[in-house]
């Protein structure tokens, strides 16, 4: 049964490697990765119904400025793949081409809504909309391989308060992949069973984000928002998510990253700054 005219409310939460390693590149051209994926509770908010007429969607929020709401939008090329007829409201929270997945994670929300409005199950081939959908889809802790469409569950990890940090650079993926010094990285290792968030830093730290080095060259400010976050009392881990510009620094609990928040946006009030709790 289908529910003409009802709207489905959505949740569209960033999407954070906690690492990300690239263990290779196909022929055809798409590099393979291996990645620890968690997700915030903070994201981008949208009402997805069933109208007449070809899809559609509007944009609004306070980082709507420069989202295109035309077919480039992963949102409408969702719903033409589902086969749905649907007008989007997108309330954009979230930067764009910031490295956690939220024209991604926006995609996935309108197909978890035309699913809920149709009965109809998400169709395959989402992987052609962008690598990260398929992971957004569940939007659970997540371990990722190939180009994104091999998807495994993790042991449960420990909720992580963190900080989220944009300084307000758009930074192309295509570009930070040409600039990776070599495709052929080690993979991830398994991941244990960890009982706290310091238990996990400390295993992170053992790991990588191989888009680090070459996203910091397209744009240098990144290390300065990595050395911001370290510089944060209690700090247990900074590094980039994706392929940037967004970082993230782990702490050992909210008091801390909430402070850690406060004193970034007294010192760098033109940057997103945000404490979140990731999962």
């Known amino acids: 049964m289908t529910l003409q005219g009802t709207a489905v409310a959505a949740f569209a939460p960033a999407k954070i490697n906690l690492a990300l390693h690239v263990t290779g590149r196909r022929p055809d051209g798409y590099h393979l990765l291996d990645s620890l994926v968690v997700f915030a509770d ?85 992987e052609a909309l962008g690598a990260d959908v398929p992971v957004c889809l569940d939007a659970h802790a997540t371990r990722m391989r190939g180009i994104g469409e091999v998807l495994a569950k993790v042991p449960a990890l420990p909720p992580l308060n963190a900080v989220l940090v944009n ?42 984000n191989d888009l680090e080095a070459p996203a910091r060259e397209v744009a240098p400010v990144i290390g300065e928002v990595l050395s911001a976050l370290e510089a944060q009392p209690g700090c247990l881990l900074a590094r980039m998510s994706g392929s940037g510009a967004t970082c993230f620094g782990l702490y050992p609990d909210t008091d801390s990253a909430g402070k850690a928040a406060a004193a970034l946006r007294e010192a760098q009030p033109g940057w997103w700054i945000h404490p979140t709790i990731l999962r």
């Open 167 to 208: 300084p307000g650079v758009a930074v192309p993926t295509p570009e930070v992949f040409r600039r990776l010094a070599t495709p052929d990285n080690a993979p991830m290792p398994e991941l244990p069973a960890l009982a706290d968030p310091a238990a996990l830093a400390l295993w992170l730290g053992g790991t990588r």
């Open 42 to 126: 903070i994201g981008d908010r949208l009402k997805v119904a069933l109208s007449p007429g070809a899809p559609s969607m509007t944009v609004t929020g306070p980082m709507a400025e420069g989202v295109p709401a035309d077919g480039r939008n992963l949102c409408l090329r969702a719903a033409y793949l589902f086969g749905a007829d649907a007008a989007i409201a997108l309330e954009k929270h979230l930067p764009a081409e910031a490295g956690i997945g939220g024209g991604s994670s926006d995609a996935a929300a309108v197909l978890r809504a035309l699913t809920a409005l149709t009965g109809r199950p998400v169709p395959p081939g989402t």
